[in-house]
């Protein structure tokens, strides 16, 4: 290979890096959790909620017909309003339903006269609300998500919680496979020779460029695979414009319905109906199609236009999804509504999905994708102290480094402290706070954004990750201690009664908190041992 072209890769790989680090460490951090959304959704909840074991014990459920209609009449939802059930299984033991209601002031009445005209009629303010329920006694805990910290790490993860932030992502996962590519041409020659080579003894931009490189050449199937799917998801939009265009000719309803993406709208007819079992329905269905029902959305409940839209998962097969529309009147399935099985576009969509996510397999492949996120990360700020450190001995471009410390190596070690001490948050907030997920999500960006500057004055490298680990597993530790002494005997007791994920979760926040604190401690022992060599040699030379 000419040296020219070896020379112009790694300056793209150098460069293009550089600029996307940040919200590409982000983007991997927040998606090495999401992998366990649900375990950390039932981590943080249960606690707080009681479900009634002994009715579970039984096997009684709540009539969900009933559970529908009382909430319409007590919340006034809108004739027509979608109404969403998502069943309760072995990740999340509650019963979730999500429905929008009408925001009616009282002045809003007087000046639109809304007392004698039907308020479907009106444009009138909506909210939604988000009930957690006892799915074995019929009991609701809050209508509010006190407990969103998972899923805003999930929104961080595919749109940065930035306006048109999903097609950030997928221009910066873009970018992430220009760096793998250039990745490979960088270090095409050496790769078989250099594999596993790690000069641990060596100087901090050896050990650096030994981390960046075998964690780059190991994991490289996984990062070339995460490449393509996210630009794909991301920028699905790219592939439904020219096919709109061309094939479609401007029909934009036309190419999202063939792809895989109806979405039902019912009128209110003002005709009432009589609506099935729903669970029975969903228990039926089933059953006879080998899948595993997990939401069901209602729409225009109790009227003559009443549809059932059931989702779920295959049993059988690469994680296939499953979707049925039903409409009730008609006591059938509209083939306008339903696409044919052998979707070959939404099938390829569903398997990205699913390699994207791995939840095509087990806990064990989670872990596995877990690991390799967070050794991504690793390599992220490794090839971040190398660009540094190497800058910083020749004294160039002061500030450039200055940015660079602060608006990468800064912010990519404040997204890990901002992260321990929100879940820190999560777990020891009270659940009755007002505005209690907001909260947190303030916290996050807070500590986020004094840790990026502080990147900015900070010129030892080695003692500002340092600490900031340490203070990350501190708070992990805190996490920990915090929820077994405060709820240690209801999480034994729950533990006990089959929801052992808790333990699980608590355990591996342990682990995590330890391992923190050890490369913390084993960073800023190797900055002390380093000084007094310094010192060592000052001593010798004046000596």
């Known amino acids: 290979m000419k040296s020219e072209t070896l020379k112009n890769a790694l300056n793209a790989h150098g460069w293009v890096g550089l600029i996307i680090s940040l919200p590409l460490f982000i983007v991997f951090w927040a998606g090495a959790i999401t992998f366990f959304q649900p375990e950390l959704e039932q981590w943080a909840t249960l606690p707080y ?87 074995y006694s019929g009991e609701v805990f809050t209508e509010h998500s006190p407990f969103e910290f998972a899923h ?35 270090q095409l020659k050496k790769i078989v020779k250099n594999f596993f080579l790690y000069r641990k003894d060596q100087t901090t931009r050896s050990q650096m460029t030994d981390m960046h490189n075998v964690i780059g050449v190991i994991s490289l199937p996984y990062a070339i695979m995460y490449a393509l799917s996210g630009v794909i998801l991301n920028l699905l939009i790219l592939v439904q414009i020219p096919s709109v265009l061309v094939l479609y000719k401007g029909d934009l309803n036309g190419v999202t319905q063939d792809a895989g993406f109806y979405t039902h709208k019912s009128e209110a007819s003002d005709e009432s109906i009589k609506m099935p079992d729903l669970k029975a329905f969903a228990d039926s269905l089933s059953q006879k199609h080998q899948a595993d029902i997990t939401q069901l959305n209602i729409y225009a409940y109790g009227d003559k236009n009443a549809v059932l839209q059931f989702r779920g998962f295959y049993n059988n097969g690469f994680h296939k999804s499953f979707s049925r529309f039903y409409q009730v009147s008609t006591n059938s399935y509209p083939e306008s509504m339903n696409l044919p099985e052998d979707n070959v576009f939404a099938e390829g969509l569903q398997m990205l999905y699913s390699m994207h996510f791995a939840n095509y397999a087990g806990t ?37 480094l200055a940015f660079t410390r602060g608006a990468t190596l800064g912010g990519c070690i404040g997204v890990i402290t901002a992260t321990s001490i929100c879940f ?10 007002n505005e209690r997920e907001h909260v947190i999500e303030y916290a996050f960006g807070i500590i986020l954004l004094l840790s990026t500057i502080a990147g900015f004055f900070v010129n030892k490298l080695r003692p500002f990750i340092g600490y900031n680990l340490i203070a990350s597993g501190a708070f992990l530790c805190a996490t920990v201690v915090f929820e077994w002494s405060v709820f240690g005997q209801k999480m034994a007791l729950m533990i006990g009664n089959g929801y052992w994920m ?28 380093e000084e007094l060599t310094i010192i060592d040699k000052t001593d010798k030379a004046l000596a």
């Open 424 to 433: 820190f948050l999560e777990r020891s907030l009270p659940e009755a706070l």
């Open 49 to 135: 909620y009681n479900i009634d074991t002994e009715a579970k014990t039984r096997g009684d459920f709540i009539d969900y017909n009933n559970l529908v209609e009382e909430q319409i009449k007590i919340h006034g939802v809108l004739p027509g309003e979608r109404i969403s059930l998502l069943f309760p299984n072995e990740k999340s033991p509650f019963l979730k339903m999500y429905f929008p209601v009408p925001v009616v002031s009282e002045k809003q009445f007087e000046k639109e006269n809304i007392v004698e005209q039907p308020i479907e009629a009106k444009k009138v303010k909506k909210k939604y609300l988000g009930l957690l329920i006892d799915p």
């Open 364 to 400: 064990d492949m989670r872990l596995i994708y877990f690991v390799l996120a967070i050794a991504f990360c690793s390599m992220i700020i490794a090839g971040n102290v190398l660009w540094v450190v190497k800058r910083q001995k020749k004294n160039e471009y002061p500030k450039t």
């Open 502 to 529: 808790v333990g699980c979760v608590s355990a591996g926040m342990a682990l995590i908190a330890v391992l923190l604190l050890w490369i913390g401690f084993k960073t800023l022992k190797y900055v002390k041992s």
């Open 152 to 186: 805003f790490l999930y929104e961080l993860h595919y749109n940065l919680q930035l306006p048109q932030g999903l097609y950030i992502v997928g221009i910066i996962t873009l970018f992430f496979f220009v760096i793998t590519i250039t990745g490979v041409v960088v």
